[in-house]
């Protein structure tokens, strides 16, 4: 299956269900997003400057909800393929809470660690666990590690497919930028929604 014929398809399902989509990314946004990046610097009397205790409480927040609930958003959009996606399914990490965290903490580490080199081993490694947390809703009983390699695994040979893939999103990721933000409530949905359709073509061999 083409890049397109997957765009289209995640369209059709996204078809008659955006009021549902909509609400269910804006709450991930604002769970995951709204608090990050907000880093209010005060200035102690010594005339030394530190990031406010608030600020970092919520960044911290942040990344701790980050996990769990990137987990419930692959469950959401692989369920939307069956039009039976609903606004809990994205809370259902929080039911496996240690493994969804851990996920998010060593590919956000492994990533990190990458780009120390450069830039393009970062992104090479953002790739290559791109699939751990739709695999990880696959395999219940597979572990944090088990699900970064299996993604390694499906990924092998298929990064440069992928990376394609995920530039033919560039404009629609600047459009989002260009509204402030509020054309993400569009880009992230079939984004995702496309991703998954990468992923199920990709466990077929259909990929071209």
């Known amino acids: 299956m083409s890049y397109d014929e997957m765009k289209l398809k995640a369209k059709e399902h996204l078809s008659g269900n955006w009021p549902v989509v909509i ?44 996990g769990p609930l990137t987990y419930g958003l692959m469950v959401f959009f692989r369920r939307l393929r069956e039009q039976t996606a609903d606004i809990k399914d994205l809370f259902v990490g929080f039911k496996r809470f240690g493994d969804t965290f851990l996920l998010n903490l060593l590919t956000t580490l492994f990533i990190a660690l990458w780009s120390l080199l450069l830039i393009v081993p970062g992104i090479i490694a953002a790739i290559r666990y791109t699939m751990a947390y739709l695999i990880m809703t ?37 459009l989002g930028i260009a509204t402030f933000g509020l054309g993400f409530l569009y880009v992230i949905p079939y984004y995702n929604a496309s991703k998954v359709e990468f992923y199920e073509n990709l466990k077929r061999g259909t990929v071209y």
């Open 23 to 66: 609400i269910t990314v804006l709450i991930f946004l604002v769970l995951t997003q709204l608090f990050t990046n907000q880093d209010r610097v005060v200035t102690l009397s010594n005339g030394e400057s530190m990031v406010s205790p608030s600020s970092a409480f919520f960044n911290l927040l942040s990344f701790i909800l980050t």
């Open 138 to 174: 696959e395999n219940p009983d597979m572990t944090t590690l088990e699900s970064i390699t299996a993604s390694k695994m499906m990924m092998e040979g298929h990064k440069m497919e992928f990376f394609s893939f995920a530039l033919s999103f560039i404009g629609w990721f600047l």
